[in-house]
């Protein structure tokens, strides 16, 4: 299929693009292993092609099995109610493409994702870049564009080799580890784990909300051996009602308030007011949908999501 320029937008050169875009680009979602492509040569020769969007953002990054996208929401939401402009990167999408990319939760512009992909057919033959890793430099871009005050970075898959790990944030944080992509990350809960806590980085803190001790220690000790100081969320004490119902949600909380906690040592001027407020107004905020939300009343239609075992028992 050949592409029209970017001065030819339509909406069905723009579905054009994007059906183009899944039909070429190596896909995990749709393609299983054969898409992963673990390291960060090509999401750094790829960065580097664009500029380094990266290098110009203030991120804060999140990791973990589940509850990667409900904690960077509230996050998000915390920020957006401290009067901070927000960029905000989530996978995967449930209807379209562009809740990926949010700013102050508006969707990334269209006009934009068209244009990247015109681009993303140019790129030089060394430069072969999964659908992932794409999408990761489309946000790095659009952000930068965007002169969003901070990111929040939700790792794809695993943390150590993920694209995402290219970036050097403020904040990280491992909301939990779980079984799953066992057939990337190894077998055990400690092979995830060393997966996972390949995002820690030298001087930045790691919030940790996993309870399972196995876990704890190889965060722990991950954190002692780069120099990061190491937070336990799961210790903390709060009480924050929220829209995003679920009673997953609360372990989710605890390390959604101990980021805040640093990024106010760093210097944020977040209130008490802007957190709860925060906490409670995420779909308002972010746009967010898809964790235990009411969908209708009359039928009462509640939605939620899960891809592995133990966020389906949740």
């Not at 380094?52 to 509850?67: A, E, F, R, V, Y």
């Not at 939401?77 to 493409?97: C, D, M, R, T």
């Not at 009673?247 to 760093?266: G, S």
Request: with cysteine; hydrophobic share 40%.
């Amino acid at each position: 299929m050949s592409l029209k320029s970017p001065k030819e937008f339509t909406e069905r050169n723009y579905q054009d693009a994007i059906d183009w875009l899944f039909a070429q680009v190596p896909n995990y979602q749709r393609d299983g292993q054969s898409a992963y492509k673990p390291g960060l040569q090509n999401i750094t020769k790829l960065c580097e092609h664009f500029g380094n969007p990266q290098d110009s953002l203030k991120c804060i990054h999140i990791g973990g099995t589940n509850g990667k996208g409900s904690t960077s929401n509230m996050l998000a939401s915390i920020l957006q109610e401290s009067a901070y402009k927000v960029g905000l990167y989530n996978s995967p999408h449930l209807i379209h493409f562009t809740e990926r990319i949010k700013v102050d939760g508006k969707q990334c512009d269209k006009h934009f994702v068209y244009e990247m992909i015109l681009k993303l057919q140019e790129l030089p033959d060394e430069i072969q870049p999964s659908f992932f890793e794409f999408t990761t430099i489309m946000a790095f871009e659009f952000f930068k564009r965007q002169s969003v005050d901070y990111a929040i970075i939700e790792v794809g898959l695993g943390g150590r080799l993920d694209a995402t790990n290219i970036i050097k944030s403020l904040v990280s944080a491992i909301t939990n580890v779980q079984l799953d992509h066992q057939n990337v990350l190894g077998e055990t809960i400690e092979e995830i784990a060393f997966e996972k806590a390949g995002i820690i980085k030298a001087n930045i803190p790691i919030i940790s909300g996993d309870e399972n001790p196995i876990v704890k220690d190889i965060i722990k000790n991950k954190a002692l051996e780069v120099g990061a100081m190491y937070i336990d969320a799961t210790e903390l004490n709060i009480d924050y009602p929220s829209d995003l119902q679920g009673i997953y949600q609360a372990k989710n909380k605890k390390v959604v308030f101990a980021i805040v906690e640093e990024l106010k040592k760093l210097g944020l001027n977040i209130t008490e007011e802007n957190i709860r407020e925060g906490f409670l107004n995420v779909h308002k905020n972010t746009g967010f949908i898809g964790r235990w939300f009411i969908f209708a009343e009359k039928p009462l239609t509640i939605c939620d999501t899960g891809h592995n075992q133990a966020g389906l028992e949740q």
